[in-house]
């Protein structure tokens, strides 16, 4: 079955017809590596030999301004109706280079563009944009990693890596429009850079680089007290040792806080439900995630519930209520749901 790949950074459709009808398309590159960076480490992708250092990009010593490290020229417009401009303090860019993509997480900024003159839409000059754009990040002092359009073979690879029959990732293009990606340090943050474009209009991508920072905490037995009785569900973020149903100490601390209000309220029943995220196996991800509930009610069950309140069930990644796409995200899908019986 053909794959149909649906990007994050594809210029919206009315765009796209446009550029599909005007655009000359440039030569594709050959190289289908797929690489990986997390928290700005890169690992690869099982099956590809190349190795993205964030530390081999050039430290710029320029003044950068404010991020996202441009300001716009009075002949383009914002006012475009793209339909992926994002703002976020904590998300992910996958960027291409010659070598295969990198995956990205920190600050995101995304917008689209077109050309205005006199407050008015005026005609799209793609080389215009793209040779502004790539001059501003080159006085900034960033190298360019990548610039043509993004190999087909590449796409498909992400996607596999990804366990993925659609393309949701964001990296800045279709594999029919062309990129222009740079990358530089400041401050020891690596920044990167996309210029994605094609005969109808453009949009940038800039991602500055962060480790992720965990803000969930443990819940305690008066807020979980309180969901139930408000909405009959409380959301849970038990520690177990990776890929296992091994609870670790924290876990343990959870478990003694479900004890608590199930102790207060003696009628209380509850079912048990685990979730993990969508990485690898799905058949894999619905055992653990049975294995996990088992383990909170078998660990009550020891500290002195009865077994006939507590019912453990399991979904694997199924009702994800978070972006798989991000660490912040799984780690939010990785849950526990008490459910009021």
């Given at each position: 079955m053909k794959k149909n790949t649906l990007f994050f950074g594809v210029l919206p459709a009315f765009l796209m017809l446009n550029a599909c009808n005007n655009a000359e398309?440039?030569?594709?590159?050959?190289?289908?590596?797929?690489?990986?960076?997390t928290d700005t480490v890169a690992t690869t992708v099982p099956g590809n030999a190349a190795i993205f250092d964030p530390s081999s990009l050039p430290v710029s010593t320029a003044d950068l301004g404010e991020y996202p490290y441009f300001a716009l020229p009075d002949w383009v417009s914002d006012d475009t109706g793209y339909g992926y401009d994002k703002k976020s303090d904590f998300g992910k860019l996958e960027i291409y280079t010659k070598d295969g993509f990198i995956s990205v997480e920190g600050k995101v900024f995304i917008k689209g563009y077109q050309m205005t003159n006199g407050g008015q839409r005026a005609d799209w000059d793609e080389y215009r944009f793209v040779k502004s754009f790539s001059k501003h990040f080159e006085s900034l002092g960033a190298t360019k990693l990548f610039e043509g359009e993004v190999p087909d073979d590449a796409i498909e690879g992400l996607n596999k890596a990804n366990n993925r029959d659609n393309y949701y990732y964001e990296f800045g293009t279709s594999s029919h429009d062309n990129l222009v990606t740079y990358g530089v340090q400041k401050d020891n943050k690596p920044i990167y850079f996309a210029i994605s474009s094609n005969s109808a209009g453009g949009?940038?991508?800039?991602?500055?680089?962060?480790?992720?920072?965990?803000?969930?905490?443990?819940?305690?037995?008066?807020?979980?007290?309180?969901d139930?009785?408000?909405?009959?569900?409380s959301i849970l973020y038990i520690n177990f040792d990776t890929d296992k149903a091994t609870l670790k100490t924290e876990g343990k601390d959870a478990i003694n806080e479900i004890a608590?209000?199930?102790?207060?309220?003696?009628?209380?029943?509850?079912?048990?439900?685990?979730?993990?995220?969508?990485?690898?196996?799905?058949?894999?991800?619905?055992q653990l995630s049975k294995d996990r509930a088992n383990a909170v009610v078998a660990s009550l069950i020891q500290g002195g519930i009865d077994k006939t309140r507590l019912a453990a069930k399991g979904f694997g990644a199924n009702d994800f209520i978070a972006d798989n796409s991000t660490e912040a995200g799984k780690e939010q899908n990785r849950r526990v749901e008490l459910v009021k019986k």
């Open positions: 398309k440039q030569d594709e590159g050959k190289n289908d590596t797929v690489v990986v960076v949009a940038i991508y800039v991602i500055e680089a962060e480790p992720f920072q965990q803000t969930i905490g443990i819940i305690k037995a008066d807020k979980i007290e309180k139930l009785a408000e909405s009959g569900k608590k209000v199930l102790q207060k309220n003696k009628d209380l029943k509850l079912d048990v439900n685990g979730y993990t995220d969508n990485v690898g196996d799905a058949d894999h991800n619905l």
